[in-house]
């Protein structure tokens, strides 16, 4: 089930709060990087508050309103890479895509965008991680890797192929999109249902955002 992102209040502790994890079902921090502004999509930039990583799942949370929060599971994560193109988002940033129920862009006519509710985010196809740091992309990019191993998407039948967008996937020739990629930061993953002939080699990516400025036309590209 496609769930995409979602508002997040469910904090626990004094003051701003911390998420509460799902520690029952085996859900575990991974990461906690302060000072990150999170995009989504065509919404105005959040102010910054503070990046919860969980072997489950994203999370990302105010630091001035208890009540402002969002989450993504790492199942509805179908891509994700380092951005640091200023030509096609001013700062450097986690670039991520978000997998929804076949949203259309005059789905969003009507909804309001000063104030979106479940309905708006779930249509959002897109979401930028900005760390105050930019240094510690590439940590985050590391800790993504580990947590998308660890959230291999299920197949109904053998037919099926995986949606995860794998390193090999992406070349110069004919009409693939023009990745800037990392030679020395190659890191394994895409391992599916404990196959380990299914794994694959995820790059560390420089991504030109225009290529992603509509997550459909990519899509449609891919497919050809």
């Known amino acids: 089930m496609i769930v995409g992102i979602m508002h997040f209040t469910d904090r ?3 003051g701003i709060g911390q998420p509460r994890f799902d520690s029952v079902g085996g859900e575990e921090l991974m990461h906690v990087q302060p000072g990150v502004t999170i995009a989504l999509g065509r919404l105005s930039p959040e102010s910054p508050g503070t990046l919860y990583i969980s072997n489950r799942r994203v999370i ?9 929060g969002y989450a993504v599971d790492f199942l509805s994560i179908s891509l994700h890479a380092v951005s640091r193109d200023p030509e096609t988002y001013p700062s450097p940033c986690i670039y991520t895509q978000i997998e929804v ?6 789905e969003f006519e009507g909804l309001d965008a000063e104030c ?3 309905t708006y985010l779930s249509k959002i196809t897109e979401m930028r991680l900005v760390p105050h740091d930019p240094n510690q992309l590439d940590t985050l990019f590391d ?3 580990q947590c998308v191993e660890l959230n291999p998407e299920p197949l109904e039948g053998d037919d099926e192929e ?3 967008i794998f390193g090999e996937d992406f070349s110069d020739d004919g009409d693939q999109p023009e990745w800037h990629l990392s030679e020395d930061l190659a890191n394994p ?3 599916v249902n404990g196959n380990p002939d299914l794994a694959h080699s995820v790059l560390h990516l420089q991504i030109n955002d225009q290529r992603f400025e509509d997550a ?9």
Do not use: V, Y
């Open 12 to 14: 626990i502790g004094e």
């Open 60 to 68: 990302w949370l105010s630091d001035t309103d208890r009540d402002k």
């Open 101 to 106: 129920e076949d949203a259309k862009d005059d």
């Open 116 to 118: 979106p509710d479940e």
């Open 143 to 145: 800790i993504f890797c």
């Open 162 to 164: 995986n949606s995860w």
């Open 189 to 191: 993953i895409g391992q």
């Open 216 to 224: 459909e036309e990519m899509e449609d590209a891919n497919h050809n």
